[in-house]
C-alpha cells in the first residue's frame, strides 16, 4: 500500500478525476493543432511512426515515473523531488530539475495563451457566418487578417489568460470536473463528424497515405521534433503530470490510468491528421503551411458543410476548451511550488504569475506582425548570434520559445524525472506505488523507466547533434 500523506493543495475525488484532469492536460492545441502542422512540416509517415514510437517507448514511461514520484510526495514538483532525494539519500539538488520544469511550462504557456486566442476569435468568426462557403484561399486570407493584428491578437491572449487564471485561482477541478466529462467525449464526436466530411472530399486516401507512408529516408529529418512532441503532447517533462499526481488517490492504479490517458491522446492526434489532410489536399493547400494548418483548413471544412455554421462554431469552442484544461495543468506546478514556498495566497501566486506569463506571451503576439524579423538563435556563415534583426534562417520569438521548450527543456526534465524513479528511488518504493499484481508487469515497466526511456531521449539528442 502507498503512503498515506496528502497534498495541502487538494486532493482527487477519485482515480477518474485524475483521468480527467491528466487527460484534459495532456489532449490540447498539441493534438488537434500542432500535431497536424508539424507532421505536414517533417513530411508525414516518417514524423508518424517516430512519434509514435517516442510516444510508447518514451513518453509513456516518463508518465509513469512523473505520477508515482508526484504522488509519493504529496508536494508541489519543486519540492516532492527535494523531499525523496533527501529521504532516499540524494543531493536535493535533484529538484533543480523540477524547477527547470516549471520554467519550461510557464514558457509554453505564454504562447499557447496566444494560440488558444486565435480559437477564440474563431468562435465568432465562424458563429457570425463569415465562413460560409469560404475557400481555402479565403480562409487562408482570414488567418493572415487575424495575425497581422496585434491589437486582436493581445484582446485574445488577454482573455485566455484571465481564463486560464481564473479556473487554477479558485482550486483545481471543482468547476471544471462536470463540463470536462461532457465535453471530451463531444470533442471526440465532433473530430469523427470532421473525419467524415474529409472523407467525402475524394482526398482521403491522400491523407492517409501522407500519414502512414514510412519513408525510411526521411527519418532523421523530424526525429528530434518528434520526440520534443511527443513530450508536449503527453504534457510530460514539466512536473504537470507530477503535480497531477500528487493529488491521485493512494490506491489508484497508477499503471492502466496511464495507458489510458496515452491511448486517447494519441487517438485525437491521429483523428485530427486523418480529418485535416484530404482537406489540405482537397483545397490545394500546403501540408507544410506552419501553425496556421487548422485555422485555415477547418473553416474550409465547416464552411462548406449543411450546419457548418453551427458545429463548427462548437467544435471552436471545444478547441478552446481542450487548451483551457491543459493550460490549467501549465500553470498549476508553479501556483503549487509558490503556494508552499511563500505561504502566500493561491489568488496572489496566480495573478502574478499569470502576468509574468501574460507579458513573455505578447513577445510572440508580436512574432506574428510588427516583430516577425527579430530573429533569436541565428546560425549564419559569420557563426552565432543570439539575436539579429531579419537574420535568415533564424527563429522568430514564438518558434525560439516553441524551439527551446520541445527541443530541449522537455527532454531534458524527462530525463530527470525517469533516471530520478528509476536509479534515485528505491526499487521497493516504486513497486510500492505502481502495485502491479504481475511481478514480471512490473521488471517489464521498471525497465523501461530506468533503460528505455533515458536512453531512448539520449540516442535521439545524439542523433540530432551528429545531423
Ligand atoms: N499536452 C498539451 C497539448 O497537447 O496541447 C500541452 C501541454 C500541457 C504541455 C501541459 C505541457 C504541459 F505541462
Same mark, same amino acid.
Given at each position: ?223 528530434? =521534433?518528434?520526440? /520534443?512532441?511527443? %513530450?508536449? +503532447? !503527453?504534457? $510530460?517533462?514539466? @512536473?504537470? &503530470? ?46 507544410? =503551411?506552419?501553425? /496556421?494548418?487548422? %485555422?485555415? +483548413? !477547418?473553416? $474550409?471544412?465547416? @464552411?462548406? &458543410? ?162
Amino acid at each position: 500500500m502507498a503512503n498515506d500523506k496528502v497534498s495541502i493543495h487538494g486532493a482527487w475525488a477519485s482515480r477518474w478525476v485524475f483521468i480527467l484532469a491528466a487527460t484534459g492536460s495532456a489532449v490540447g492545441l498539441g493534438n488537434i493543432w500542432k500535431f497536424p502542422y508539424m507532421t505536414g512540416m517533417y513530411g508525414g509517415g516518417a514524423f508518424v511512426m517516430m512519434y509514435l514510437v517516442c510516444i510508447f517507448m518514451v513518453g509513456l514511461p516518463i508518465m509513469l515515473a512523473e505520477t508515482l514520484i508526484g504522488r509519493r510526495g504529496r508536494q508541489s514538483p519543486v519540492n516532492t523531488l527535494k523531499a525523496l532525494a533527501i529521504e532516499s539519500g540524494a543531493s536535493p539538488k535533484w529538484s533543480w530539475a523540477a524547477l527547470m520544469g516549471m520554467i519550461a511550462a510557464l514558457l509554453i504557456l505564454s504562447f499557447y495563451s496566444v494560440v488558444a486566442g486565435w480559437s477564440l476569435d474563431y468562435i465568432l468568426s465562424m458563429g457570425s457566418g463569415q465562413f460560409a462557403g469560404v475557400s481555402a484561399e479565403g480562409a487562408g486570407a482570414a488567418f493572415g487578417a487575424l495575425t497581422a493584428d496585434p491589437w486582436r491578437l493581445t484582446l485574445w491572449h488577454t482573455l485566455f489568460m484571465l481564463l486560464t487564471g481564473f479556473v487554477i485561482a479558485r482550486g483545481v477541478v471543482a468547476g471544471l470536473e462536470r463540463s470536462l466529462r461532457i465535453m471530451m467525449p463531444l470533442l471526440f464526436v465532433l473530430l469523427l463528424v470532421l473525419l467524415g466530411y474529409s472523407m467525402t472530399t475524394g482526398h482521403f486516401m491522400q491523407g492517409f497515405h501522407f500519414l502512414f507512408n514510412f519513408q525510411p529516408d526521411r527519418v532523421l529529418d523530424g526525429v528530434l =521534433a518528434a520526440m /520534443g512532441h511527443a %513530450f508536449f +503532447t !503527453l504534457s $510530460v517533462g514539466v @512536473g504537470a &503530470i507530477m503535480v497531477y499526481g500528487s493529488y491521485m488517490p493512494k490506491n489508484a492504479s497508477i499503471g492502466s490510468t496511464i495507458l489510458t490517458v496515452g491511448i486517447l491522446d494519441t487517438l485525437v492526434a491521429l483523428t485530427a491528421g486523418m480529418a485535416l489532410f484530404p482537406i489540405v489536399f482537397a483545397g490545394g493547400l500546403e501540408p507544410s =503551411a506552419g501553425p /496556421g494548418l487548422m %485555422f485555415v +483548413t !477547418l473553416p $474550409v471544412a465547416f @464552411g462548406n &458543410i449543411a450546419f457548418g455554421q453551427v458545429m463548427g462554431t462548437l467544435f471552436f469552442v471545444l478547441v478552446l476548451i481542450a487548451a483551457w484544461t491543459s493550460s490549467i495543468s501549465m500553470l498549476e506546478p508553479a501556483v503549487a511550488y509558490l503556494v508552499e514556498r511563500s505561504k502566500r495566497s493561491r489568488v496572489l501566486v496566480t495573478s502574478v504569475l499569470a502576468f509574468v506569463c501574460w507579458v513573455i506571451g505578447m513577445g510572440t503576439v508580436l512574432s506574428f506582425n510588427l516583430g516577425a524579423e527579430a530573429k533569436f538563435f541565428v546560425f549564419s556563415d559569420d557563426g552565432f548570434h543570439l539575436f539579429q534583426w531579419g537574420a535568415e534562417g533564424g527563429r522568430n520569438f514564438f518558434d525560439s520559445i516553441d524551439y527551446l521548450t520541445s527541443r530541449i527543456l522537455l527532454p531534458l526534465g524527462g530525463l530527470s524525472f525517469a533516471v530520478f524513479a528509476g536509479w534515485v528511488l528505491k526499487r521497493e518504493a516504486v513497486r510500492e506505488e505502481l502495485a502491479m499484481k504481475s511481478p514480471l508487469l512490473f521488471n517489464l515497466v521498471y525497465w523501461f523507466i530506468r533503460v528505455v526511456a533515458p536512453i531512448g531521449v539520449l540516442i535521439v539528442f545524439v542523433a540530432e547533434l551528429s545531423k
